[in-house]
């Protein structure tokens, strides 16, 4: 069946960074687009960043654009998210599902971020 | 990128229809014909009910439909459950390859 786990999430301070994982199975990975979604209590889910099955197209919400980088290793169906320059905005569980043109087919559970000094 | 307009809240007793709308504008819901739907239960993921505006993914009862006129966007549940009571988002494509959620909808059972 299919399985996304994401990793890599915890407490960090303003300023810092973080850098998830997420580890597909159950499907062929390199045969899907896969993106990052976030959520909080308060404002719901915001989509963070998608990237093509081959890795060569990739976007990003304005909110993270430039802070944030999505990455990919089909070989090791892996799926990575490079935060920096984080805020306390930046805090919410963070969501690995696989596709993409606003089509998230199936979600990971997500992993936990928090931003605070 | 702001965020699509749902209803806070809607509400039915089992075996009711309720509707659920998704409001943008030009540049998103009115724009594309990439509008999703999903629901989430308490502590679990979010799972995909409706793609391309009215499409079903395999596995999903079809008391579940999707509709869209101008910029608005509409989810209709038929023969209300229990296990429905959830929380509802709609997504739709904002452009260049990027993509905006509702603000979600809380649907309760009587």
Known sequence: QVQLVESGGGLVKPGGSLRL???ASGFTF??????????????????????????NTISYADSVKGRFTISRDNAKKS???????????DTADYHCVRGGRANFGFWGLGTPVTVSS | QSALTQ??????????????SCT????DVGGYNSVSW?????????????YDVSKRPSGVPNRFSGSKSGNT??????????????????????????????????????
């Open chain 2, 7 to 20: 209803p806070r809240s809607v509400s039915g007793s089992p075996g009711q229809s309720v509707t659920i």
């Open chain 1, 21 to 23: 994982s997420c580890v």
């Open chain 2, 73 to 110: 966007a509409s989810l209709t549940v038929s023969g209300l459950q229990a296990e429905d009571e959830a929380d509802y988002y709609c997504c739709s494509s904002a452009g260049s390859n990027t993509f905006v959620f509702g603000t979600g909808t809380k649907v309760t059972v009587l």
């Open chain 2, 24 to 27: 943008g504008g030009s540049s």
């Open chain 2, 38 to 50: 999903y629901h989430q239960q308490p502590g679990k993921a979010p799972k995909l009910l409706i």
């Open chain 1, 30 to 55: 390199s045969d899907y687009y896969m993106s990052w979604i976030r959520q909080t209590p308060g404002k719901g889910l915001e989509w963070v960043s998608s990237i093509s099955s081959s890795g």
């Open chain 1, 79 to 89: 799926l990575c998210l490079q935060m920096d320059s984080l805020g306390a905005e």
